[in-house]
């Protein structure tokens, strides 16, 4: 059971994350709600997932799908959820998970790409996904080089999904300065690529609790945040 300290503090937590990202997405020339706030959840159990999507927070995040499947599984979310995947996802993980109908930001091969195709054709459902793009460059960091992100986006599959974006994560313990860069790095990708291809990408999944005034000043629309969402609750 969550008790009310937990939800009171949920809220307050909720309520805080929301101001700074309004802050900034108008510092950065935005209207207010234009960045969205993906909630990520990985953190938490079920019980507390729903809490925090009662507390406002709508747009859930997860990083390993069977954990997303034990949650829709143990507790019942209201239908304005969205889920967000933002993790490595298998292609033997599929099946349930587009089920759930989540946007998945974190396609890393072509063989993916058209694996999500397929799948969500045979369900008759278009999927929503970013391309996840390594621009930090460190080997432990997951994603495709921006060359390869360019390759990928020549051979889209016809059918059963779309491609709305890029997602990046800045590297590790570094300078707000360089994440900054590495930000306004992935968003000239994204517009070099859009007016290269001809293809569009608007949405820029960047930024997570420790850098994402610098991720929505370089133009993020969807920010990925956890720790920061659950800050102080009574354990
Ligand atoms: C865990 C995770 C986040 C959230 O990180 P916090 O620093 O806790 O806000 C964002 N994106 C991805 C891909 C993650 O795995």
């Given at each position: 059971m969550i008790d009310g300290a937990t939800r009171t503090q949920l809220s307050k937590n909720w309520n805080a994350v929301t101001d700074e990202v309004q802050q900034a997405t108008v510092a950065a020339?935005?209207?207010?709600?234009s960045t969205k706030i993906v909630?990520?959840?990985?953190?938490?159990?079920a019980e507390t997932t729903l809490a925090l999507a009662e507390a406002g927070c709508y747009d859930l995040g997860e990083s390993r799908p069977q954990l997303l499947w034990q949650k829709v599984d143990e507790v019942a979310f209201p239908p304005q959820v969205q889920w967000h995947l933002i993790g490595h996802v298998q292609r033997n993980k599929l099946r349930r998970s587009l089920s759930l109908d989540p946007i998945i930001h974190?396609?890393?091969?072509g063989r993916l790409l058209i694996a999500i195709a397929e799948e969500a054709a045979a369900q008759q459902r278009t999927a929503t996904v970013l391309v996840e793009v390594?621009?930090?460059?460190?080997?432990a960091k997951t994603g495709l080089a921006p060359e390869q992100v360019e390759t990928l986006l020549t051979q889209?599959?016809?059918?059963?999904?779309?491609?709305?974006g890029l997602m990046a994560m800045a590297g590790w313990g570094i300078e707000a300065s360089e994440a900054r860069s590495q930000f306004a790095e992935t968003r000239r990708l994204r517009d070099d690529l859009q007016s290269r291809l001809g293809v569009c990408l608007p949405e820029l999944s960047m930024g997570m609790s420790g850098d994402f005034i610098e991720a929505i000043a370089a133009g993020a629309t969807m920010v990925r945040i956890g720790s920061r969402l659950f800050e102080g609750l009574p354990t």
């Open positions: 020339g935005r209207p207010a709600g909630g990520v959840t990985k953190y938490v159990g974190s396609v890393d091969s390594n621009i930090s460059g460190e080997a889209l599959p016809r059918n059963g999904v779309v491609v709305v």
